[in-house]
Every structure is written in C-alpha cells, then in structure tokens.
C-alpha cells in the first residue's frame, strides 16, 4: 500500500514537472501566421527561419472550409470557416516549398521560403 502510494505521489510530481516545461518550449518556438480568406492564402509567400523548428498557425476567415496542404512537406489541415489552428514543422533545409489548399486549387496557392 506504502508503494502504491509513493508511486502515486513520484508519477503525480513528475506529470506535474513536465506540463510546466511544455509551454516554454512552446512559448520559444518561433511562430508563423497565415490567414485563408475567400479562397487566397495571405500572405501568398511565407518567410520561414531554415534548420529551425517552428509553428505555423493557420487562421481560416471564410467564407467556406478550406485546407492547407503540402505533398513535399507532408502536412494538411482542413479549417472549417472561423477555426484557428496550427502545424508544427521539424526543421527545414533552406529552399522553396509549395502548398495548396483543395477547395480553392486556382486560386489557393502559395509558397514557403526557408532561409
């Protein structure tokens, strides 16, 4: 009973250790925005930082769904109209990455410069 007990206690600090390391990594993360607004991706060209692990959050302003996708990035996000949301991206080696979103394939293009 001693053990389940101390288990508890060491499992319940160590839990606690790691949620408060979290948001200041995630706080240090550089960040990237993008809006998707009538079927346009603004801005149509992001600056990212090279060999950086980073987040890019992805706002969606309407008026319909629209998704964020990239085949050579391996990444896609279906936004519903009004929804934020965010990808995290390993580092990248500095160059030119397409995407595209689906629901507006002539108009919803874009490019990631990594530098």
Not at 20 to 30: E, I, K, R, T, V
Not at 75 to 82: D, F, I, T
């Amino acid at each position: 009973m001693r053990t389940n007990r101390f288990s508890n206690a060491l499992l319940a600090v160590l839990s606690a250790m790691l949620l408060n390391s979290l948001p200041a990594q995630a706080q240090d993360m550089p960040t990237v925005n993008l809006v998707i607004r009538n079927g346009h991706f603004v801005p149509a060209t992001l600056e990212v930082p090279a060999n950086t692990k980073f987040r890019l959050v992805i706002k969606n302003e309407g008026p319909g769904a629209e998704e964020f996708e990239s085949v050579e990035l391996r990444k896609e996000k279906v936004l519903a109209p009004g929804v934020t949301s965010f990808l995290i991206f390993q580092p990248l080696k500095p160059g030119t990455y397409k995407f595209f979103g689906d629901f507006h394939p002539e108009t919803a293009q874009g490019q990631m410069v990594a530098k």
